[in-house]
């Protein structure tokens, strides 16, 4: 997968991270699609494998660093609807980071044809546990501010 | 309460439906607080009493008059954080009604103390079951345009 | 409601707590009925109901005591399908109490017949923040011993 | 992984399926730990894979043969806590099949050191779309039957 990334990054020149899901039965709706709600699960899958793919876990971001990425405001524009079982790429990118201030952007497509599903925007604060906003540690914030946008 | 929304109504001029929840443990997670995807769920809540208190159900709107209110936009800021147990307010006020475009707006608020949690908007388009956009018949869309900001 | 529950519950001689909740869009798949899962959240809410109705806020159990009541096994059995923004009764008893176990039985039957759509079961092991087992102080043991079926 | 699905297989002689999940934040409550309700979505996206495993694409059984495999019973027991970013891998057994009545069984267990998080069954009701009870066709029930235990 790496290969392939990184060529799709020279094209576009910024880095994203691609993550695989398949819709589960319990995130549709009985008009037959993804309920709207989910997609900000999706967001959040993506968002988490992004860090990974640049050497965090967020996990340990949390219980070790006292780093809580809180969302401040989340957004979804719905493009095409999502259908149990379909296989979705999440694509996520850093848009901003500057001080406590973190925003990804996230698209959505379908895995066997790249059509658009969806795409959003989470804009997060760093916070410790008692959810007063901080800095990210230099060892999480220099790797994040290289893959600011160009 | 009907008799305290009037009032209210009186003050800022624009109906708006306010309908109480109780936070479940269910919807929060690890860091304690309502999990963000989860306030969309209560947009839907707030959004259906709205309608419900305007004389439609929704579900026989789906049903009976084949109108599908679906998501093409949300949005959500986050205020302060929902707690589990915490009871809540949604007030859900119509933003904008034009032909199959309808936009709802949603404050939650803590309903011991009025204290802001979140606010958000939600834009839609009317369409049939085939996804097909259509316009909302007479009967639902006159008593909808009565409930537009003035 | 309190005198009508006492009513119900002269006839079979068990206290039991009534809740009533309206199935939400979110909670609905695209077999136009309610999740399966979705059932094991509306026993929370049954639970949590029930210990308030009994004087405790089980929010306040965690955190001032220290007991979380955890589960170690649940159950559910569906009779009929529960659909989009119908009305359900959850009733909620208790079934068993003892040292730290406790086992909740769950009924949940539409509002307006009475017709049975689902049942089932949890069983818990009253536990402190480090998921050691405990048990209850008596403050809280007491009147809920009070409740198990005569 | 046919390989080694197949190598398990010899051992303990029953077919199953062994499907990698990654518990998201979305699942966790605010105990620290996956929320019990969730684990039945997990079954289900263990019951999904073992069907794609034997042949079936169960969007397909619904849409083309009008099979629905609906719930009738759920269970499961919780052996640890699942926590958040855990991989996890779910094993789905056919446990029994006989004319439209199918159980399913499920071990989840973690993917690190294999120790035991929770285990459960399904019980399911073959029915068409009108949720009337209905056999599964020949080409769905043979390869099903198959995979019933020795």
């Given amino acids: 997968m790496d290969g392939w990334l990184a060529r799709v990054n020279d094209v576009d020149d910024n880095f994203y991270n691609e993550t695989k899901i398949r819709v589960r039965y ?6 037959g699609v993804v309920y709207y709600g989910n997609f900000f699960t999706w967001f959040e899958v993506g968002r988490v494998e992004f860090l990974r793919d640049i050497g965090f876990r967020y996990r340990e971001v ?4 006292d780093c809580h990425i809180v969302v401040v ?14 296989e979705l ?11 406590p201030v973190v925003r990804f952007g996230y698209e959505i497509v379908r895995a066997d044809n790249g059509a658009e599903v969806a795409d959003g925007e989470t804009t997060h604060l760093v916070c410790d546990r008692q959810m007063k906003v901080r800095p990210l540690p230099p060892k999480l914030a220099d790797p994040l501010r290289e893959r600011l946008p160009k």
């Fill in 62 to 65: 949390e219980e070790v660093d």
């Fill in 73 to 86: 405001e989340a957004q979804c524009r719905y493009r095409s609807p999502a259908r149990y079982d379909d």
């Fill in 26 to 31: 319990a995130e549709t709706d009985r008009m």
């Fill in 89 to 99: 790429l999440i694509r996520t990118r850093l848009k901003h980071f500057r001080g």
